[in-house]
């Protein structure tokens, strides 16, 4: 059963659940997609990179965004190869990007990182001086999609 999931708690969930997002760009006149770790909060995606390259390049040409998580729930065979399945759960984001600026906001979004990756080590709080080698960048969405195959007898 293909359904849309609308109900935000629904789509919070598949998002803190993923651990890898693909993030689409237009880099250098072409498609580019990058999968990352990345942390869901106030409604935005927050990720860290580099001082350089081309995904960095894409993002300050302040063009828009794409970015993916999915959930893989079970593969369907069938006695027909053309009618395989998969019971999956999805969400598309389409928004803008933009590098943090102010290192308390950059602190913060590397500490929701860490509270999402690192919940079960113990680790000292990331140094002031750490945020001089690392961009934090965050996406803002301007439309969030959510759909769902699964079967008909789970609900949403």
Not at 39 to 53: K, P, Q, S, V
């Amino acid at each position: 059963m293909k359904i849309w999931i609308e109900d935000k708690d629904q789509i919070r969930g598949i998002l803190d659940r993923a651990l890898v997002g693909r993030l689409g760009l237009i880099a250098d006149e072409e498609p580019y997609i990058v999968p990352l770790n990345f942390a869901w909060a106030n409604d935005r995606i927050y990720f860290h990179t580099g001082l350089e390259g081309r995904k960095l390049v894409a993002i300050s040409a302040d063009r828009p965004v794409c970015f993916e998580v999915d959930e893989l729930l079970e593969i369907v065979p069938n006695e027909q190869a053309c009618l395989f399945t998969a019971y999956y759960r999805s969400v598309i984001i389409t928004g803008t990007a933009r590098l943090l600026e102010d290192d308390s906001e950059k602190m913060r979004a590397i500490e929701l990182l860490l509270e999402k990756y690192a919940a079960d080590a113990s680790y000292a709080p990331p140094p002031e001086h750490a945020l001089a080698i690392v961009n934090v960048c965050e996406i803002t969405p301007s439309q969030i999609t959510a759909k769902a195959n699964l079967p008909d007898t789970e609900p949403g």
